[in-house]
């Protein structure tokens, strides 16, 4: 009679267990950084846009980089990367579309994204690191706490699966 008991206690504590670590599996991701990441991502998202019109690239850098000092004072580093960007596609072919493949908090206040940006001969992918000073932190995501402090691209694509 004990055993056939302990069977069931046994048996009704699975789908207990199971749901206690579906909850748990929910609280893992801290919240509010899906939408950290979102807002980030609204940022990149019309930069990559206006960067393949092959328009105003400068202007497409001056919009990402509003409130990023640090980027902004080193302005030969960033006028060469608007004359690397104008040449994509010369180099790449014309573009296709671009995807977000990566976005990692690391922390509270960094955020680094990849995006795969299709061309028709080649993709190159791009990389943004944002930062939040710790000052900072109770600001809202889309607020302009967040700043660019890394922006880059190359067509290192093995790096891809590491």
Avoid: H
């Amino acid at each position: 009679m004990l055993r056939k008991r302990c069977v069931a206690v046994c048996l009704l504590g699975i789908p207990l267990c199971l749901a206690a670590a579906g909850l748990l599996r929910g609280q893992e991701a801290a919240p509010g950084k899906d939408t950290v990441i979102d807002a980030l991502d609204a940022r990149v998202r019309p930069f990559l846009e206006a960067v393949s019109q092959q328009g105003d690239t400068q202007k497409a850098y001056d919009d990402l980089l509003r409130g990023s000092a640090l980027l902004l004072k080193k302005s030969d580093e960033v006028k060469a990367l608007v004359e690397r960007t104008n040449q994509l596609q010369t180099k790449f072919g014309r573009y296709r579309n671009f995807e977000r493949i990566d976005a990692r908090a690391v922390g509270k206040d960094l955020v680094v994204m990849k995006y795969l940006y299709k061309c028709e001969d080649y993709p190159v992918v791009w990389y943004f690191t944002f930062y939040r000073p710790p000052a900072r932190n109770e600001a809202p995501p889309e607020d302009s706490a967040w700043r660019v402090i890394i922006v880059r691209f190359d067509t290192e694509l093995e790096r891809l699966a590491f």
